[in-house]
């Protein structure tokens, strides 16, 4: 039976949509399904295992036209339009190159960004499911901005005092909602409305999230047209388990992977160390992390800041006015296995800008967080953190946008020192790991998902 368990998973090409895709088809292929993952070749190439993939796992690659990546000076516009019309291409030549070697695919997941993945999977007669990997809280604002609540958004999200509204759902500010309401992209949200057109033109749609029911109870029955099943956290199983492997030959950009800092965390008191990093795709202006630095040096404690270069492999880090004062408090690095410091006994609390990656990996290794948003899902995330699951504490703008260093110290103070913080956070961590766990409720809805799909065929 299982070799007729063939899946084709479809993620978009965007550095924080790859591990939660990979991780899960792992799950699905140690459950006895193959599957094959399609993406473009600007994500195949940051994925260096995926030349020699684990058993039950397959790669296919396609060109989008920017086989380097999008760069944000590229037109967005065109981008989106380049890569459905190249995807969609790809997705039918994989499908039909299968069924015609006599190896179909049963079954089609896509993820968020690519509601064209299920329209060719239709026109093929082959069912498939959305894979939403953001929480289900964004999933319902975003349902409820496209039915009914546009009109009340646009008219008042300018103003700080307006809240929405919406039963099963936190109350939100203007400034707690997803960038791309805040500012009314005319480019995604569009593919966004396009997920919900696709999913109602559909027979008893189920879409699976990146959550898990006991940290989203309502929002994931908020929706009554839509079923939503929580198969997460979407990380990988050892860490889930406490055994500490390392985990990263498919994920993140190609790095000297040094294990300098592992050496130094080990070397730092229990709970000590601020950890600070804003993920593979936030680029902060240089007078942010000018006052970031000065954050860390009042702070007067041990951190270990990620700090990506820029585009000419230059360090950012040369350009602070305290370099040297941060050397001798801190280590500041290019790169590190995320999770790998996150569980580390030594990490007190994490500075993050909250990616929806970042977030589950901070609740399932019961790290609390002072959380940084910029943009996209980060506000919502943000907000869930601070007044929600109560493991961290937002920072605040000043005028100019600008989180200034007072700020970062005054957070950073307050949540190493935040006990009902930290007792939350490793609260988290085991409702986290039981529900990930064999019989667990992610491992149960995805068992069952299985199970429709076999029934299906």
């Keep these: ?226 079923k939503m099943a929580a198969v997460g956290p979407l990380i990988p199983s050892a860490f889930l388990n406490g055994k500490h492997p390392s985990d990263t030959s498919f994920c993140g950009d190609i790095f000297e992977k040094s294990k300098d800092y592992v050496h130094w965390l080990n070397s730092q008191p229990k709970e000590s160390v601020v950890y600070v990093s804003f993920g593979s795709v936030s680029v902060l202006s240089e007078p942010q992390m000018e006052e970031i630095a000065k954050g860390l040096v009042k702070c007067n404690r041990p951190f270990l800041w990620v700090v990506r270069r820029n585009e000419n492999g230059e360090k950012q880090e040369e350009k602070l006015s305290c370099k040297d004062e941060l050397e001798e408090k801190g280590l500041i690095v290019p790169w590190c296995s995320q999770l790998e410091v996150l569980q580390h006994e030594s990490l007190g609390c994490f500075v993050s800008h909250c990616g929806w990656n970042s977030t589950v990996e901070s609740l399932v290794s019961g790290v609390p967080v002072v959380a940084f948003p910029q943009w996209t899902d980060q506000p919502t995330n943000a907000k869930l953190v601070e007044d929600v699951w109560m493991t961290g504490k937002r920072v ?24 009902e913080m930290r007792r939350n956070a490793k609260k988290w961590k085991v409702v986290a790991m039981e529900a990930a766990m064999e019989g667990g409720s992610s491992d149960f809805n995805l068992k069952a998902f299985l199970d429709d799909v076999r029934a299906a065929i």
């Design 1 to 226: 039976m299982a070799s007729h368990l063939r899946i084709l998973l479809v993620f978009f090409p965007g550095q924080g949509h790859i591990n939660p895709s990979l991780q899960f088809a792992k799950r699905l292929g140690a459950m006895g399904a193959h599957v094959t993952l399609l993406t473009a070749y600007s994500a195949l190439n940051r994925m260096a295992g995926s030349r020699n993939p684990p058993e039950g796992l397959t790669f296919a690659g396609f060109s989008d036209g920017y086989d380097d990546g999008w760069q944000k000076a590229d037109d967005l516009k065109l981008y989106v339009a380049e890569l459905r019309r190249r995807g969609s291409e790809a997705v039918a030549e994989v499908i039909n190159s299968a069924a015609g070697e006599g190896r179909p695919f049963v079954h089609v997941v896509y993820t968020i960004f690519l509601p064209w993945v299920g329209l060719v999977a239709r026109s093929l007669h082959v069912p498939s499911t959305f894979l939403w990997i953001q929480p289900a809280t964004l999933l319902d604002v975003y349902f409820y901005y496209f039915n009914g609540y546009g009109d009340e958004i646009r008219k008042n999200s300018g103003d700080p005092s307006w809240c929405l509204e919406i039963p099963g759902l936190p109350r939100l500010t203007g400034g707690e909602l997803s960038s791309f309401v805040q500012s009314q992209d005319e480019i995604l949200l569009p593919v966004l409305k396009e997920h919900f057109d696709v999913l109602k033109s559909e027979t008893n749609p189920k879409i699976l999230v990146n959550t898990f029911e006991a940290l989203e109870p309502k929002t994931l029955k908020a929706i009554k047209n839509l």
């Design 396 to 419: 605040g703008k000043n005028g100019e946008g600008i989180v200034e260093s007072e700020e970062i110290y005054r957070c950073i103070e307050m949540v190493m020192g935040g006990d």
